[in-house]
């Protein structure tokens, strides 16, 4: 178990992140999620012994992670952290930076995973290049390998994929999910892109303004965000100020005092019988059909279609009211 309790820390006068409570077991996958500044690479340097915690404790199967100022060398032995800003040593070859991590097994076996991460990374023909020389893509890619390199029992992903060709991408993706199902290598991803968080978490954590806002499922966020930040994010809804239109064709009630309504994109359907009609502004192909994107008496949204339409043409637009979610306003 990854036991993180109260867990806070300052820069300056700055609150990063406040009274963090987790519990992470043993060789699940928890996607670290938020909008810019919200805390999760603070989050991993913390859970990673590298930077100093304020308040809280930090535990790894009920032994303490002491931080940078309680002992003399930085971070944890079976914790392995790669950064979103690459910590390379700058002086050795990629094949040295990866057998840099395998010092203690024998050089049969170092030669052995090299290679095998290597492969799995796309550096196998740059083995014997120096890291200087490395583009940015590329580095990424040997920190991702110098961080799986020994099978840690916990593995902390700082934006692992930003600068990946969707090639590389797949073959991190199964080692990483090789290590989970075969080593029981639990995993805590930061991630810009919620797919990733949707695809492979066992739950996400969204954090807000250095504070915990939600834990769940994913597949019980999608159902129910709860936040509008959240919702924002995942970027599968229409968000709708609630206005009187709205109110008139959902028949939800006035007295909940909501804010914005969640509809998501999916359940829209722009054939039969019509609670509105939207005329369609734009209209872009995504590899499957087409993204709709129409202004309407309720305001703009986004719909699916097996066709590109007609741009200013008006089509109609309905979708089932038990798919609507609601947010209410803030109580200040």
């Given at each position: 178990m990854l036991s993180i309790e109260h867990l806070s820390k300052k820069i300056g006068n700055k609150t990063i992140l406040q009274d963090i409570t987790l519990a992470i077991p043993v060789g699940k996958i928890y996607c670290i999620a938020g909008?810019?500044?919200?805390?999760?690479?603070?989050l991993l340097k913390l859970i990673g012994g590298i930077l100093q915690k304020d308040n809280g404790n930090i535990r790894w199967q009920n032994v303490p992670v002491l931080g940078p100022d309680e002992q003399l060398v930085p971070g944890h032995a079976e914790i392995k952290l790669a950064f979103q800003h690459f910590e390379l040593?700058?002086?050795?070859t990629v094949y040295q930076n990866i057998a840099e991590k395998l010092r203690a097994y024998n050089k049969v076996y170092q030669e052995e995973r090299v290679q095998q991460l290597a492969a799995?990374?796309?550096l196998e023909q740059l083995l014997k290049s120096p890291v200087a020389s490395l583009s940015g893509g590329e580095q990424q890619r040997l920190a991702l390998?110098?961080?799986?390199?020994?099978?840690?029992?916990?593995?902390?992903?700082?934006?692992?994929?930003?600068n990946l060709d969707p090639i590389i991408k797949q073959?991190?993706?199964?080692?990483?999910?090789?290590?989970?199902?075969?080593?029981?290598?639990?995993?805590?991803?930061?991630?810009h892109d919620m797919q990733d968080g949707l695809k492979y978490a066992d739950k996400i954590v969204f954090l807000h303004r250095g504070a915990l806002l939600l834990e769940?499922?994913?597949?019980?966020?999608?159902?129910?965000?709860?936040?509008?930040?959240?919702a924002e994010l995942l970027n599968?809804?229409?968000i709708i100020a609630a206005n009187e239109q709205l109110q008139a064709l959902s028949g939800y009630s006035s007295d909940e005092d909501i804010a914005y309504v969640i509809l998501p994109k999916k359940a829209i359907v722009l054939t039969g019988k019509a609670k509105l009609v939207g005329k369609l502004?734009?209209?872009?192909?995504?590899?499957?059909?087409?993204?709709?994107?129409?202004k309407t008496i309720i305001g703009d949204i986004i719909a699916y279609h097996a066709h590109a339409g007609k741009m200013n043409n008006t089509y109609p637009v309905s979708w089932d009211d038990a798919a609507l979610q609601f947010i209410k306003r803030e109580k200040h």
């Open positions: 909008s810019s500044g919200a805390g999760k690479s603070t040593s700058p002086n050795l799995i990374c796309g390998c110098r961080a799986m390199a020994e099978s840690p029992e916990v593995l902390l992903l700082d934006e692992p994929f930003s073959r991190i993706v199964h080692e990483l999910l090789r290590l989970n199902k075969e080593e029981k290598t639990t995993i805590l991803l930061v991630s769940g499922k994913p597949i019980d966020i999608v159902s129910t965000p709860h936040f509008l930040i959240i599968l809804f229409n502004v734009a209209s872009f192909y995504n590899g499957e059909g087409y993204e709709w994107h129409l």
